[in-house]
């Protein structure tokens, strides 16, 4: 089946998608339209699964839902699987040229290419169709597996470096009040700046810190307001 014209492929998160489908199970409507849509889907999310829905030739123009659309709805486990199965071929026809167990990243690109959808959705439009074919049962190679794989892998390291960064920033605070409180023989004048510098320099809390990140903050400044008496200095600042 030809590619309907000025249709991209579906971009919406694949989860957001399901969740619909899963809204239909008591009842598809005679018609898909916002009124169908509850508050938990945003405007954004009602735009993309509309037009994830005529992509995918599961609504037509006027929003009547196909038979494709109602099973999908109304089934689970394998009979779910087969029809998943048939409207992604349905609509995917370059993409299922491939032998997607061996495709290649490159292979799976010029693929979606075809369907003239702009650089900047394509990651998005990829994306949704990974999510169904495997939902769908539907063998994909390694290379095209591990694209999903690597984008998880990057944001859990992401927020490791950022933990670990924030950490480092409580530890040098805690050092800093050490080493500052070695130096208490010194005037009451240079022991306010010295204070002051380490309250400038120590990190703001942050309630989405781990545990023991929180811990390691509360320590540190107990540990200056034991040692410069930290909120007479602020107050008389």
Known sequence: MAVEPNLNPPYVAYRTFRTFL???????PDRIDRSVFDSKFSGTA???????????KLIDAEGRPSEALRLLAGTQGDQHQKV????????????FRLDLERATKAQFREAMREFGCTE?????????????????????S??????????AR?????????????QQNTDNGNEAAV?????SGAGALTMRELALKVLDKYP???????????????????????????RNLVDSQ
């Open 22 to 28: 899963e809204s239909l199970a008591i009842s598809v």
């Open 46 to 56: 009602t735009s993309q699964i509309n037009s994830a829905l005529r992509s995918l």
């Open 84 to 95: 998943l199965e048939q409207v992604l071929k349905s609509y995917y026809t370059p993409v």
């Open 120 to 140: 900047s959705m394509l990651i998005k439009c990829e994306t949704f169709f990974i999510h169904a074919a495997q939902h769908a049962g539907i063998a994909l």
């Open 142 to 151: 390694p290379y095209l597996r591990s694209n999903r794989k690597s984008g």
């Open 154 to 166: 990057s944001r859990s390291s992401s927020r490791a470096s950022r933990n670990a960064t924030r």
């Open 179 to 183: 080493s500052v409180g070695v130096e």
């Open 204 to 230: 703001d809390f942050d309630p989405t810190w781990s545990q023991e990140t929180q811990a390691s903050w509360l320590e540190g400044m107990n540990k200056l307001q034991e040692t410069f008496n930290v």
